[in-house]
């Protein structure tokens, strides 16, 4: 990642702000980092704006503190560091996969059982202008461990409750669609798989019911569990409500 330019217009909510790190709350629609069309309106240039003097020195190597990704239209935990050790042990912990990372998804129609886990490996390919990720076959991809339990369910609607043991390229959109219950408003990943990338997958219509809920990892410098959790934007409260999907307290944005 070049090195993002500080923009102090831009919002920044945290949910929590450490000396070694900070756990953004990013909005759905948003940009994780600046890239194409996006030369200064996304999460990181809102951080530089902040935190400027901290990130820069980290340097591209390290992604400047960016620790992990979101999708542009996932809302949700967002985890950045500020020192180059604290970048170093919380990437460390991605890469050993212990780091907890859970989201909450709204899904059109009902998987097949309560709960499950989809385990089929990923394929990162292009197609159009996009990189999609597909279920890899004759032995291609990567593995991918998606994990889910259902909370709700209601008019054509399923609440799920959603854990990834992996990190792949829209993992949890590529299995939800392969597993019959696409993400709803993603009209990229279908049941119809490939998947869609032609211009009518920026529609208008319900945007992305998809939020990274739960972040849980070790303090990079006291070791001690940190537990993280975004509260569930209004856009998901609404798609609830219309289902008639009671939220579990916990799950309920605030007030």
């Known amino acids: 990642m070049a090195t993002p330019r500080p923009n102090h217009s831009l919002p920044l909510r945290t949910l929590v702000e450490d000396p070694s790190f900070a756990v953004i709350e990013k909005p759905a629609g948003v940009v994780t980092e600046p890239g194409l069309g996006h030369s200064d309106d996304s999460v990181m240039n809102a951080a530089f704006a902040r935190w400027g003097t901290d990130l820069a020195p980290l340097g591209e190597a390290r992604d400047h503190g960016l620790v992990h990704r979101l999708d542009r239209d996932t809302s949700g935990a967002l985890l950045v560091a500020r020192t180059a050790a604290a970048y170093d042990a919380l990437r460390a912990q991605f890469e050993a996969r212990t780091v907890g990372k859970r989201y909450l998804a709204f899904v059109d129609g009902k998987p097949p059982r309560g709960e499950g886990v989809i385990d089929r490996p990923l394929e990162e390919v292009r197609r159009g202008d996009m990189k999609v990720s597909v279920i890899g076959r004759n032995g291609a991809g990567r593995p991918a461990r998606t994990r889910w339990r259902t909370v709700g369910h209601g008019a054509g609607r399923t609440l799920l409750?959603?854990?990834?043991?992996?990190?792949?390229?829209?993992?949890?959109?590529?299995?939800?669609?392969?597993?019959?219950?696409?993400?709803?408003?993603?009209?990229?990943?279908?049941?119809?798989?490939?998947?869609?990338?032609?211009?009518?997958?920026?529609?208008?219509?319900?945007?992305?019911?998809?939020?990274?809920w739960e972040l849980a990892f070790d303090h990079p410098v006291t070791g001690a569990r940190v537990t993280v959790r975004a509260p569930m934007p209004a856009s998901?409260?609404?798609?609830?409500?219309?289902?008639?999907?009671?939220?579990?307290?916990?799950?309920r944005p605030p007030a």
């Open 161 to 212: 409750d959603i854990e990834l043991e992996t990190g792949r390229l829209h993992q949890i959109r590529a299995h939800m669609a392969a597993l019959g219950c696409p993400v709803c408003g993603d009209r990229v990943y279908r049941v119809d798989l490939p998947p869609n990338t032609g211009t009518s997958a920026r529609a208008k219509g319900l945007p992305l019911a998809l939020h990274a």
């Open 236 to 251: 998901m409260a609404d798609v609830a409500a219309s289902s008639g999907i009671v939220l579990p307290r916990e799950m």
